[in-house]
């Protein structure tokens, strides 16, 4: 027993290289990094609310700063991201309710995701132009 080389048998972890990237294997990635992306979105969304609570002056910061086209390139990205999660959450819970596994169901759905989270995010921020 003193004798084995337990390091030497072992099998390589599997990792990103060695797969294949398939399109529900991408999609659940970019669902974990939406996910993060909106932790911090959400900070920026309190930076703004204490802003508007400070007053007059503060709140017209954060209104310049997210006017400019670096931050309404940050919103935009924001607003693709809580819309991808929510797709992404809509399709994880079609899976748990039991449809949807079959390799095409799967796919189709994925691939929705994708298509549909860049629509609805032009849809909603030329919504947002022409309120605005």
Known sequence: MANADLKANRPLSPHLQIYKPIVTMVMSILHRITGAALYFGTILMAFWLVCAAAGPESYQFAMDVFGSFLGRLVLFGFTWA??????????????????????SAANWMARATIVGSVALTVILWIIGFIVA
Not at 82 to 101: A, E, N, Q
């Open 82 to 103: 809580l819309v991808h999660h929510m797709l992404g959450g809509l399709r994880h819970f079609i899976w748990d309710m039991g449809h949807g596994f079959d390799l």
